[in-house]
């Protein structure tokens, strides 16, 4: 019986596999890793800090103001302010005018940027009794201008127009050669609603007796395709179309060509010559 005991254990010790508790050991350790690898990016996720973006509280969106944690009694308030051409020049009278709560404020005036050449009022006190008075006097004793002669100085004058969207509006200019209409602020980007009421108010399009002009009828595919308001398409049927059908006689004719942009003939026509 010994024997026979003998010889069993020794064909278990041969038959048997031992190395199922090391690779199970081994694949435990790799899991143990990978989870390290994810605890420590967690970490640093953690450690590092949201880019906080700042804007112009007076052009907050419902959206907006509901992301920021306000009530839409608050955000109609600053709505209804706004639609009487106001604006808010501080944290403090942005509270004023929406009433939002202290700790809310706290919370979200960081975020807040003005214009750097806002003025603020220099007795705040007297300014509490009567907030219903303008804030933004300076823009009252604007004088309507030319919008060809204006500097970037004068543009800047105008809330919400800094130095990166007045650099941007005479680029325009100088790209066109001058404007002719006020309508192609729209055409300006950055430039909201708000801003375009507020150019239209303080500034006029004075067509230049010297404004180069574009000959429809002798102007190169090339000269055409650097309009602003063609593109090389648009271009090139312009010229197969005078040469099949002749000289055109006026804007109506342009328009009968494809893809031509109807909503802005009239501005295209104080740029052509026919």
């Known amino acids: 019986m010994l024997f026979i005991i003998m010889i069993g254990l020794q064909l278990f010790y041969l038959l048997s596999d031992f190395n199922i508790s090391e690779n199970k050991s081994a694949e435990k350790e790799q899991w143990l890793a990978l989870q390290s690898e994810i605890d420590q990016k967690k970490l640093i996720a953690k450690s590092e800090k949201p880019i906080k973006y700042l804007f112009n509280p007076n052009f907050i969106s419902d959206y907006k103001g509901y992301k920021l944690g306000m009530s839409v009694e608050e955000i109609d308030r600053l709505m209804a302010f706004r639609r009487e051409n106001k604006y808010v020049n501080s944290a403090e009278e942005f509270q004023k005018v929406t009433g939002i709560s202290d700790s809310l404020l706290n919370k979200i005036a960081p975020l807040f940027k003005f214009p750097d050449w806002k003025q603020y009022k220099t007795n705040h006190s007297a300014y509490a009794k009567d907030f219903s008075v303008k804030s933004f006097s300076k823009k009252e004793k604007l004088v309507v201008l030319d ?8 543009l800047m004058k105008i809330y919400g127009i800094g130095e990166r969207l007045s650099s941007r509006i005479l680029n325009q200019k100088e ?15 950055g430039l909201s609603p708000e801003v375009i009421n507020e150019l239209n108010d303080h500034f006029k399009a004075v067509i230049p ?23 090389y398409g648009l271009a090139k049927q312009i010229v197969t179309y005078r040469s099949m059908n002749g000289n055109f006689k006026n ?4 328009i009968k060509i494809k893809d031509f942009p109807v909503e802005k003939a009239k501005i295209i026509s104080l740029y052509l010559e026919f």
């Open 147 to 154: 919008i060809n002669q204006a500097t970037k100085e004068d």
């Open 251 to 254: 804007i109506e004719d342009l």
């Open 209 to 231: 007796p010297n404004l180069k002009k574009i000959d429809i009828n002798e102007a190169s595919l090339k000269e055409l395709a650097q309009f602003t308001y063609f593109k």
């Open 175 to 189: 790209i066109l050669g001058s404007f002719v209409s006020m309508e192609q602020m729209k055409d300006i980007w």
